[in-house]
């Protein structure tokens, strides 16, 4: 196997990536904001390390894979204004908080089902660890942090290198990022536990030294990850977003308890952003896309799964409808060609699968390059030297990492029908039946009728179609 090498924030560069167990890598995502449904950025970073999960179960490794569920403590603004999102989110749609953090959970988890995403070791909810919050924040608080009327903060100052990931380092109290908080020490502290005001009425709110109130957000990572996965664990990930307040945030955290230099984590990876015209696809700044949307839209959520494996997971990645209808394509191609490879069953060929596989190590071992190993698959599946049955054995092995469920993938699955249509696959199928009898009778205005008809109900009959699929919905 060709050496895996992946690309670490904290040293800008590509490493030779050396787990402390082979046998069992441990892996720490920052979690979804559970105020809102997920849109497809948020989703782009959990098929990030997905990739990454099943990239090192392909080469061999153990996996302890934890997503924690940020459920409190997150507020509008990452450096520690505004609201904190799940309570301005209950509050703004008369609902009880818990069931808001219930509903957005369950929500995550089925797109992530959709999406192929396997399932990580544990979920943790922040608001199950609020006592082990607080006992960490005891532990570092008379070395590193103050008391403010508004809560307990921690003093950046007080950790060696702080901000290095983010490459923020020796920040100044007037320079860098907009002092929110009156009287912070320094621009970049934040809060370790935030009291609640008098008559702020939260909804969740807990009992601490610091008084009654809630966790801050980055402290909630840090105990979280440190309780399932150690002192010291392989990979941390997020969005690219993170690099800047939030994982720089956790690693002066993990530096005080820990009393050294160590950030927590080998390698902070992070996934670059999916946008659109306007820019980042973010749930707080209004319109987004979710899943279930492209969905009603006509399309197969692993058309978007593999929208996202055709960039590299460092690379914006544009978000268009014509992007997706592309992958969407491809996907059925890809599936065509496995049906045609079924039927032509056991049938020898002259060379063997062998070579596509070492491509596929070589491409995948470069920083998880999928859109390098996407047209590798491609040449597999049309090199008619290798025999049908060696080439889907080679294509399962492909779609181990991808995750596109090849082998199992119909073209009647591919043919999602949008939630607004006002006829059904069996209604299509008797309508085009039809048609096939009116132009075998060489009744032309009949079957072009039938064609109208069906293009009125968002159905485009596409004639003598090279993937043989006879029709798509219309977006
Ligand atoms: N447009 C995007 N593309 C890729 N990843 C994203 C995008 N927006 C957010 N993420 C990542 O999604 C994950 C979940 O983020 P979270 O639910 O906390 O988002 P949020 O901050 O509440 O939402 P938003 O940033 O959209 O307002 C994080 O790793 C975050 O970095
Ligand atoms: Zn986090």
Redesign the pocket.
Known sequence: MTPLTLYNSLTRSLELFQPADPANVRIY????????Y??I??????LFTDTLGRVLTWKGHGLTHVINI?DVG?LTS?ADAGDD?MEAAAKASGRDIWAVAAHYTQAFKANLKDLNVRDPARFPLATDHVPGMIAFGEAIADKHCYRLPDGLYFDTSTVPDYGRLAGTRDEGPTEGRIDTVAGKRHAADFAIWRTSAPGENRQMEWDSPWGRGAPGWHLECSVMSRQYLGDHFDIH??????REIHHPNEIAQNQAIGGTADTGASLWM??????DRTG??????GE?LTLPTLVARGFHPLAYRLMCLQAHYRSE?EFSWDNLVAAQTRLKRLVQTVAALRVRGDAKGAASASPYAERLDAALSDDLNTPKALPILDELLADKKVGPADRLAALADFDAVLGLNLLDLSREDLRVRPADARIDEAGIAARLADRREARAAKDFPRSDTIRDELAALGVEVMDGDPLGWDWKVTV
């Not at 995502?29 to 809102?36: N, Q, R």
């Not at 950025?41 to 959990?46: D, E, F, W």
């Not at 992070?270 to 946008?275: G, I, M, Q, R, Y």
């Open positions: 995502s920052c979690g979804p904001t559970v105020y809102h997920a849109h950025g948020n989703l782009r970073a959990y940020t997150h990452d999102k990930t997020g969005g690219i977003d993170h992070h996934n670059n952003f999916l946008v980042k696809m973010s749930k707080s700044s987004t990645l």
